[in-house]
């Protein structure tokens, strides 16, 4: 797990609970402070290249904005391997309501790929709060929507495989990693929504 | 009705049908083929100024190019008027899919405000396909959601009469029309999912 903030943190414990072996990857790991240790529980905190070292899955819940930079650094570490991209590449240096880094005829996920074009980049989970990723019966009754996105079909299975163990039942694959670029527009509308209903708990489910 | 397409004709025959006086309006009526002509059925066709004078609602159907000069044309005639915005700013130019010509921190919607500083912008439907704008129960169990933005809270409400007059029970108001930048970037997931779902009979729920 690539990220130490909340999205990180509450991924890497609900993929631990499922009974996954988890390790979460930091910059600094000495320089986590204790509150945010003691929201880790069991789950061990290791320097970037260590946690990545032997993953089949590498999940980016890093800062839109540092992502690139960051999963660049691992090389050759994240070929072959399931990069799960949840990120979002938020500008929030102006305030409220962010915008996007990029958007419309590329995306922070073709971005990540290019950076790494052995990696198997999967664009999912980005267009819902942190709690309703790993808790998706929370809102309604449970059948809202989740994408995935990306190049290489065998990872959009195992991931779309690991999205159902965290509890969603309606995974709707959208095909190569340019669908990325839909999925992460979502996030201006999303942001109007949670300002508009008071709430990160409501997501979108797509009736056909 | 600004807009002899089939956004246009569709929503035209709709108002007409649900009891209003409707007129579309055509920078050259005289042009309109037999086919369109036909299936207006018995909605008049006039000149731009004269399909507006004297409206109480204008609808903005128009090719999402076009939309503001068109907009701008017709001047103080807009005066107080509410104008209705179901346009979408894409580009199509490079082929499928479409990118937009604004987004992000600006929108369509905020172009022909800022052109029409006094008329009552609100965007709205522009997120389904024109055969879902009128005939919303047709997809699933008929609450899926539509969203209303605009400056005017009053020509807010007007309109998500008009909505509910087409069938729509899920009028979600996200307040003053910066909301139209969300709104407008849906349009990308919207097309890939058109696309995926080989259908556009499909629509967004928000499930909260």
């Known amino acids: 797990m690539l990220g130490t903030g909340r999205v990180g ?9 499922a009974g996954y072996e988890v390790v979460i990857g930091s ?32 999940v980016d819940a890093l800062p839109g904005e540092h992502a690139v930079e960051v999963v660049s650094s691992l090389g050759d570490l994240l070929d072959g391997v399931v990069v799960l991209d949840v990120a979002n590449p938020l500008d929030t240096s102006h305030g409220m309501p962010p ?31 942190a709690a309703v990723m790993v808790d998706p019966g929370s809102v309604g009754d449970g059948d809202t ?8 079909p065998a990872a959009r299975e195992l991931v779309a495989r690991l999205l159902t163990e965290l509890g969603w039942r309606d995974v709707l694959d959208l095909g190569d990693l340019t669908a990325a670029r839909g999925i992460e527009m979502w996030l201006p509308l999303w942001v109007r929504l949670m300002q508009t209903l008071g709430t990160t708990r409501f997501n979108l489910r797509i009736v056909r």
Chains 1, 2 share one sequence.
Not at 9 to 17: N, S
Not at 38 to 52: K, M, N, T, Y
Not at 99 to 128: F, Y
């Open 99 to 129: 915008t996007l880094l990029v958007k419309d005829t590329d995306s922070l996920a073709e971005q990540i790929q290019r950076a790494c074009p052995r990696a198997r980049v999967v664009k999912s989970l980005n267009t819902v709060n």
């Open 9 to 17: 943190t509450t991924l890497a414990q609900a993929f631990a609970r």
């Open 145 to 152: 929507t989740v994408f995935v996105a990306g190049d290489d």
């Open 27 to 58: 910059r600094d790991p000495a320089a986590l402070d204790e509150e945010r240790r003691g929201q880790l529980g069991e789950v061990p905190v290791a320097a970037l290249a260590e946690a990545v070292a032997g993953a089949d899955v590498v």
